[in-house]
């Protein structure tokens, strides 16, 4: 069994940033970690996914260049870095983790995906 736990969500205005994190309650090298969002009224989207320590990872097209994802292992926690961020950034973050290596159409779909976090609110005001 894995816990995840997010941190780090917030307001800020459009061009700011924000630092979301993921504690695991176990090991992160070996799974596949995302981060999903979900807005209200709209489908849960993927937004970046990370593999075996920063040695694979894919993001969706709407972040690219902005949102950074990065893993720490020694901490077992990964991190989503989002700059110049925009209203449509607004929505809620979950992380999530399986075991096994990220795959592009993981963000997709989170249907894989075992363990989940609770979720941290991003609002981002124009």
């Known amino acids: 069994q894995v816990h995840l736990v997010e941190s780090g969500g917030g307001s800020v205005q459009a061009g700011g940033s924000l630092r979301l994190s993921c504690a695991a309650s176990?090991?992160?090298?070996?799974?596949?970690m995302a981060w999903f969002r979900q807005a209200p009224g709209k489908e849960r989207e993927g937004v970046a996914v990370?593999?075996?320590?920063?040695?694979?990872?894919y993001y969706a097209e709407s972040v690219k260049g902005r949102f950074t994802i990065s893993q720490v292992n020694a901490k077992n926690t990964v991190y989503l870095q989002m700059n110049s961020l925009k209203p449509e950034d607004t929505a809620m973050y979950y992380c999530?983790?399986?075991?096994?290596?990220?795959?592009?159409?993981?963000?997709?779909?989170?249907?894989?995906?075992?363990?989940w976090g609770q979720g941290t609110q991003v609002t981002v005001a124009s």
């Open positions: 176990g090991a992160t090298y070996s799974s596949c």
């Open positions: 990370i593999y075996g320590g920063s040695r694979l990872y």
């Open positions: 999530a983790a399986v075991a096994r290596r990220c795959y592009y159409s993981d963000l997709s779909s989170g249907a894989d995906f075992s363990y």
